[in-house]
């Protein structure tokens, strides 16, 4: 079989096929971008957590540094009020008066922007890192 004939066989082959050289470009570009982004996904840095800002009726009422070390504490509410623990960097609600205990239910949270909401309690706790602002990402 020539060189030519070999030729043939790949434009037969292309011409039955259901894509067209285009489209197959464009996924090629399609596809192409998304390992780019997969392949530099370890250069997103996480903020390490550095803190924790606890509001109760919408309004910052405390603010506790995370640390290893166990601490409880008791968060007044309007409807009675939650138990709160710190612990090895990370922080809960252990005990809740609302009926549903959803904040107690969501465990501990650890990393930047985490969030409990107590809804019944008016409750909102949230984990802030070390450089918190509203820029998620800068691209250069």
């Not at 107690?104 to 019944?120: D, F, L």
Request: proline residues 1%; aromatic residues 12%.
């Amino acid at each position: 079989m020539g060189m030519k004939q070999k030729f043939l066989w790949v434009k037969k082959l292309v011409s039955r096929t259901y894509f067209k050289f285009g489209d197959i470009a464009i996924y090629g570009i399609i596809i192409s971008i998304f390992l780019f982004l997969a392949s530099n996904l370890h250069n997103f840095k996480e903020t390490k957590a550095d803190r924790t800002e606890i509001y109760v009726n919408n309004k910052l009422k405390y603010t506790y540094k995370l640390q290893k070390n166990e601490k409880k504490f008791f968060v007044m509410t309007d409807i009675g009020g939650v138990d709160v623990e710190l612990k090895d960097h990370k922080i809960r609600v252990t005990s809740s008066f609302s009926p549903r205990k959803l904040c107690v239910k969501q465990g501990w949270i650890e990393r930047t922007g985490q969030t409990i909401i107590g809804v019944p309690d008016k409750l909102f706790i949230k984990i802030i890192g070390k450089e918190d602002s509203d820029i998620d990402i800068i691209i250069r």
